[in-house]
């Protein structure tokens, strides 16, 4: 038998642990970026409750079912593999309080495992052991980070209804849970037909909205927009505009009609209003330039929700960078050739790169909700933006691979015709005054230390 186990001091009691843990969205927030794992179903940490999940690139998944036990409240829950790939896998999560200040408590998780296919398998033990740590040193920043900025609300500060619209996409598929197990209420803005008491029907396309059931939530998170990658046909670009343009815009006059309204709505926005910059600093203030097809998006994106901020919402366009993370966007398509060694720059050498942590996206969008001093647009965007030569430099020595095979920017542009121009190819010095003025404190500052963490490459 294996065991493993990971300790981490924690500036929060046992019991505000055992509660993030219970409540919906924890094993979400605690699935590390880079791990193919995807939770079909999960009743709880309550005794005998289960949780069935699918591990393994598709189309090779399988199916893993856990199921909870040995649950002391506000103390411990271990969870058992009742179907799956290991032999043996049970996990202990343990909260013990310091013997000194009981608001403060470390957090053990202790696992025994047995690899299948006997003294062969366990021949896997040492990389299984590395992934352990690599996945539980990230569980345990999460823990740490998220706790930290739910902390940071006032104290008299209650739990919000916050309506949410872009919940299957990337942003959004992970704002859910980190305001849940904040201990939020989330209603789903969907196009669809809603299936469920939390999802409102929301339909540009039909000019559908569900009024009714958005009286009375505290806030609003716009996120809903046609992807802007691929090529930029006529109908392409058409979506891409009327996504945002039209959708904002009937989300905000449906808000500005309420006889509850909600007190803020914070609502999508992006770097490419700004347009190509060169190496000048840019900040909320700056003025576009030559932003073309995605400045004119955003400009009708920021002006959409104006029917909202005259009825008194208070409204702030949040101007997202790019954001890294291997579950998608950029550094996706980026990995599969680094990793095999062949990976480059993308363009010219010092043309800036305005990147930002997921993670650090929640935490700007949550501020935002959070703060009343924030109104307008706002740059979410990390404070150290850096050049593309920096940029390609340091993923490779974060992924300890050679990065050599660098692409012109004329190939780029042939490639990827007026998309790559507007996306790849623009200089954009973006700095978050506004998240900085107001107290952010972001988690990743530093580039070498966001991509440590999203790629799972720390020390500890």
Not at 86 to 95: E, K
Request: proline residues 7%.
């Amino acid at each position: 038998m294996n065991t493993f186990a990971a300790s981490s001091s924690l500036g929060v009691s046992a019991d505000a642990l055992f509660e993030w843990h219970r409540r919906p969205g924890a094993f979400e927030r605690l699935t590390p970026p880079w791990a193919p794992v995807r939770l079909e179903q999960f009743e709880g940490i309550a005794e005998g409750d289960r949780a069935v999940l699918r591990v393994g690139p598709p189309p090779l998944t399988l199916q893993w079912v856990a199921e909870h036990h040995d649950v002391v409240e506000g103390r411990q829950f271990c969870d058992r593999q009742v179907q799956g790939p290991f032999s043996h896998w049970d996990h202990t999560h343990r909260f013990e309080p310091d013997a000194d200040d009981t608001e403060r408590a470390t957090l053990t998780d202790r696992v025994e495992y047995e690899l299948p296919g006997g003294a062969l398998g366990q021949r896997a033990a040492p990389w299984l052991e590395a992934e352990l740590r690599r996945q539980f040193a990230y569980r345990h920043r999460i823990t740490r980070r998220d706790l930290s900025l739910h902390q940071r609300c006032p104290p008299d500060a209650q739990s919000l209804t916050i309506a949410v619209s872009g919940t299957s996409g990337l942003v959004g598929s992970n704002l859910v849970p980190f305001l849940t197990t904040g201990g939020h209420t989330v209603k789903r803005l969907t196009r669809s037909g809603p299936t469920g008491a939390d999802e409102i029907l929301w339909d540009p396309r039909t000019d559908r909205v569900e009024a009714d059931k958005l009286e009375g939530v505290d806030a609003v998170v716009h996120l809903a927009g046609e992807n802007v990658f691929g090529r930029w046909t006529p109908a392409k670009k058409q979506r891409i505009y009327s996504s945002r343009a039209d959708g904002t815009r009937l989300l905000a006059e449906t808000l500005a009609g309420l006889d509850d309204p909600p007190e803020v709505l914070v609502s999508s926005s992006a770097v490419g209003y700004y347009g190509d910059h060169g190496p000048d600093r840019i900040t909320e203030a700056s003025a576009p330039r030559d932003a073309g097809f995605l400045g004119e998006v955003c400009e009708a994106w920021e002006a959409a929700p104006e029917p909202a901020a005259a009825a008194g919402i208070r409204t702030v366009q949040m101007r997202t960078g790019i954001v890294l993370t291997p579950a998608g966007g950029a550094l996706r398509l980026m990995l599969p050739a680094f990793w095999l060694g062949l990976g480059g720059r993308v363009g010219g050498r010092h043309q800036y790169f305005p990147w930002i942590t997921l993670d650090d996206v929640l935490g700007g969008i949550y501020h935002a909700l959070r703060t009343d001093a924030l109104e307008g647009p706002v740059n979410l965007t990390a404070p150290s933006p850096v050049t593309m030569e920096a940029y390609t430099n340091t993923l490779a020595d974060v992924l300890r691979r050679p990065a050599f095979l660098n692409v012109p920017s004329s190939v780029v542009r042939t490639v990827g015709g007026e998309m790559a121009d507007e996306m790849l190819l623009t200089s954009a010095r973006v700095v978050p005054e506004r998240l900085q003025e107001t107290g952010y404190d972001f988690g990743f500052s530093a580039l070498e230390d966001g991509l440590r963490h999203v790629l799972g490459r720390t020390d500890a």
